[in-house]
């Protein structure tokens, strides 16, 4: 377990930052903040533009620690490119079937669910309590808040928020950019950029 550099100290920093500290990883190297922003014990080094730097100067592993899904797909496949490791990260109590896969830069938060043969691609967060159910394909940069619950199968396109307690049937496919709001109950696969709401799941206007 490398000392990692972390990108963003705001709510979701701090929740990964506690996933960091229960799983035994050492304290972090650093953070960066374009707002300024700072975690409790961790030295702030600067806005997110000074990661080449540190790199230079010999940090090798980050993570991206932003709930906004397009910005941290961005900073994390910008630190790949300078070179940086993000190795996923895994809270003790998450549970992943030994033939689950958790992509580079994901995270899974305490008692996150990824079931068998289910796998989530680069920067996912499975957030506290998901249950993402067997043979489900997570696109890149795809959030699935607290609580939420994809059946067997289940495929996200990249950039989609699932969001706090939503529920999405088996075998429906959720397209790029799409939003499922919280506590909605998908019963019919979702376009690409839509937002969805409501029991069952309808489209909101906008
Ligand atoms: C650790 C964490 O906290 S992770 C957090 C993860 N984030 C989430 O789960 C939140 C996901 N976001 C949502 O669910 C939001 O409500 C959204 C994106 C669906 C809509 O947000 P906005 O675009 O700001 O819409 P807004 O709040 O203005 O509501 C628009 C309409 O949709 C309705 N609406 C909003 N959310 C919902 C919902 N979850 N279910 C049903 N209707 C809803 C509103 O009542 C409103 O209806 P009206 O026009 O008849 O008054």
Redesign the pocket.
């Known amino acids: 377990m490398p000392r990692l550099l972390l990108i963003g100290a705001g709510?979701?920093g701090r929740?990964v930052l506690s996933a960091l500290r229960d799983a035994g990883w050492p304290e972090p190297a650093g953070v960066l903040d374009d707002g300024g922003g700072a975690l409790p014990g961790v030295p702030c080094l600067g806005p997110v533009s000074r990661a080449a730097a540190l790199w230079r100067d010999g940090l090798r592993a980050a993570h991206v620690a932003l709930?906004r899904n397009a910005l941290r797909r961005d900073i994390g496949e910008s630190l790949l490119a300078i070179g940086f490791a993000l190795p996923p990260i895994l809270h003790p109590s998450a549970v992943l079937a030994r033939d689950a896969a958790l992509g580079e830069g994901g995270v899974a938060m305490p008692r996150a669910v990824l079931g068998a043969a289910a796998r989530a691609g680069p920067h996912a967060i499975l957030?506290?309590g998901c249950i993402v159910e067997h043979d489900c394909v997570i696109g890149p940069a795809c959030?699935v808040?607290?609580g939420?619950v994809l059946g067997g199968g289940v495929r996200l396109g990249a950039g989609v928020?699932?969001?706090?307690?939503?529920g999405v049937g088996p075998g429906l496919r959720i397209g790029d950019d799409a939003?499922?709001?919280?506590?909605?109950a998908v019963v019919a696969d979702v376009p690409a950029g839509a937002?969805v709401?409501?029991v069952p799941a309808r489209p909101?206007p906008?």
Request: cysteine-free; proline content about 4%; charged content about 0%.
């Open positions: 709510g979701h929740a709930g957030n506290s959030h808040a607290p939420a928020l699932i969001g706090l307690q939503a939003i499922v709001a919280l506590g909605a937002t709401a409501g909101l906008g």
